[in-house]
């Protein structure tokens, strides 16, 4: 009808605490498409079909998919190095025993955090500056953590490693293929598959020195 007014229609807020909800969910079905399929064969519409929502909903919330994976790193694994700090400081000052403590807290704390932990070590050409900005600068914190901790065993005279950054990237990359081959349901309780590991990180293949 000619000069009628038009209502204004105001779009109705979700409480806090839905927006949250539905962020969460968006969260934890990206971390089971990028630990299964990668973050390179994952795509915003795949997330947004496991959901049932339009890919509107996740451009709303995070951006774009990188702004996803960072919003899923700051949730689990960006504060990690903190974490690892935190556990050495009732480690006491045995440089072995806190080499032990640092490689146990590791394991357990990526098992806290298993998927997102896979999808941390992805192909970094894929990131913007930006994101790979975040991703070295938490890579980098655990790598000084243990440097830290192995050049306290060489000085302590309990190591001849003449060159520690190497034997750092090599502990990193044990723990770094627990999280790819490593399954819950296995045969062996993850303390058990811990110590397996941290025994083979201290000791090697051929195992403690004879006593001299």
């Known amino acids: 009808m000619a000069g009628a ?3 204004k229609v105001v779009p109705l807020e979700l409480p806090s605490e839905e927006l949250l909800t539905r962020r969460d969910d968006i969260m934890n ?3 089971d498409l990028f630990a299964k399929r990668g973050f390179k064969g994952t795509s915003i519409r795949n997330i947004a079909d496991a959901l049932g929502v339009s890919v509107s909903n996740i451009y709303h919330y995070f951006g ?3 702004g ?3 919003a899923i790193l700051e949730h689990s694994v960006k504060d990690l190095p903190k974490r690892l700090a935190a556990e050495l400081r009732d480690a006491g000052d045995d440089p072995a025993e806190r080499l032990r403590a640092l490689l146990r807290a590791h394991l ?3 098992a806290l955090h298993h998927k997102e932990s896979q999808i941390f070590f992805i192909d970094q050409s894929m990131l913007s500056p930006e994101g790979m900005k975040v991703n070295r600068k938490i890579q980098k914190g655990v790598l000084d953590i243990y440097v830290k901790e192995l050049t306290d065993l060489k000085k302590a005279g309990k190591t001849d490693a003449d060159n520690i950054k190497i034997m750092a ?3 990193l990359a044990l723990v770094n293929w627990y999280l790819r081959w490593y399954r819950a349901d296995g045969a062996l309780p993850a303390e058990k ?3 397996y590991i941290i025994d083979f990180a201290l000791h090697g293949v051929l195992g403690p020195p004879e006593p001299r």
């Open 193 to 195: 598959v811990h110590q």
């Open 29 to 31: 079905v990206a971390i």
């Open 68 to 70: 996803l994976w960072l």
């Open 108 to 110: 357990k704390l990526s």
């Open 64 to 66: 774009n998919k990188e």
């Open 169 to 171: 990237f090599n502990m």
């Open 5 to 7: 007014r038009t209502k």
